[in-house]
């Protein structure tokens, strides 16, 4: 059977002997290129997932840190009455009106990836003024999205929005007298649309809230059609 093997391959042509011989060769390096591509893909993944943030230390000066937050304190009616710091946490002491307070607090939380709030405690002083504690720890790196002082301002400037006050002081006709400005209906009045006047209410609405605007001031009506 040998004999008849090896005589069918002597007979055989010369293009499928090169054939027979270069096959195992390309099989070869088929393996070896995949086994390769496979090996360096996993290891490309795994130094992706294994990469360490804990080694990652904050190694900015407290000294500019410090100026940082007084000189946001200072342009934001917040007094600083302490400011210290031990073994990267920071120990900060403060007085401002709830609003200021939350802001700074934000800044705070936006100054970079290693600040975080560790405790925070909370005392009235006045009917507007409050004292604030707040520890800062800077021993740990955070993986965070860092605002940018255009986005806070626009959050500020959206936060003064919603918390506004709407007063109604007439309905005549199809006019009505929010906040000193006449309105008729569909007219906005900052983001908030005027859907609908009744006899003694009108209705403010946006995609996020509905604000009801009751009449209590008998001195004006709405004529009925």
Request: no cysteine; proline share 1%; net charge neutral.
């Amino acid at each position: 059977m040998l004999n008849n093997l090896n005589d069918k391959f002597i007979n055989t042509p010369l293009k499928t002997k090169i054939e027979l011989y270069l096959l195992p060769l390309l099989l070869l390096y088929l393996f070896y290129f995949l086994f390769n591509f496979e090996a360096k893909d996993d290891l490309s993944i795994q130094s992706k997932v294994n990469f360490d943030y804990s080694k990652n230390q904050f190694e900015e000066s407290f000294l500019d840190l410090f100026s940082t937050l007084e000189d946001y304190a200072s342009k934001n009616q917040i007094v600083i009455i302490s400011l210290t710091n031990e073994k990267k946490i920071v120990f900060l002491k403060a007085k401002s009106t709830l609003e200021n307070m939350q802001k700074f607090i934000t800044k705070i939380e936006n100054l970079n990836n290693f600040t975080k709030i560790k405790s925070f405690i909370l005392n009235k002083q006045d009917e507007n003024q409050y004292i604030f504690e707040i520890q800062i720890d800077l021993n740990r790196f955070y993986i965070k999205k860092i605002k940018k002082e255009v986005e806070i301002k626009h959050e500020e400037i959206k936060y003064s929005q919603n918390s506004r006050e709407y007063k109604i002081s007439g309905i005549i006709s199809d006019y009505v007298f929010i906040n000193d400005i006449w309105l008729k209906k569909d007219d906005n009045i900052d983001d908030l649309k005027l859907v609908q006047i009744g006899k003694d209410f009108v209705v403010l609405e946006n995609e996020n809230r509905k604000i009801i605007l009751e009449l209590n001031n008998e001195e004006y009506f709405k004529k009925s059609n």
